[in-house]
């Protein structure tokens, strides 16, 4: 059974940086597509950012390009997701998806079947 258990989140002024972590098990990752998505007080869920373990193909939302940058361990088993520049609108709880292929649309939640419980971030002006 797949688990993914994120790591990383806390509070943080504006303007600064963290890395979250997703830890993955159960499963063989070097063909999964591993995602990022994050959901703020009163909205949806929204897509941050995915890889494709096999190629390292790398997808950002646009809200973030430039300033989050996702990364996996060659062991395949963690992947990261480095946040600079901060800022409020970045407060939400996020969470680590998988899909179990290389493919799917990396924005769409529902094409994610694994998830992890999620990690709050709170960015302080």
């Known amino acids: 059974q797949v688990q993914l258990i994120e790591s990383g989140g806390g509070l943080v002024q504006a303007g600064g940086s963290l890395r979250l972590s997703c830890t993955a098990s159960g499963g063989t990752f070097s063909y999964y597509t591993m995602g990022w998505f994050r959901q703020a007080p009163g909205k949806e869920r929204e897509f941050v950012a995915a890889i494709r373990r096999n ?71």
Not at 73 to 100: F, K
């Open 55 to 125: 190629r390292g193909t790398t997808y950002y939302a646009d809200s973030v390009k430039g300033r989050f940058f996702i990364s996996g361990d060659n062991a395949e088993t963690t992947v990261y997701l480095q946040m600079n520049s901060l800022n409020t609108e970045d407060t939400a709880v996020y969470y680590c998806a998988a899909i179990p292929a290389a493919w799917g649309t990396v924005n769409d939640d529902r094409q994610y079947p694994h998830w992890g419980h999620g990690t709050q971030v709170t960015v302080s002006s």
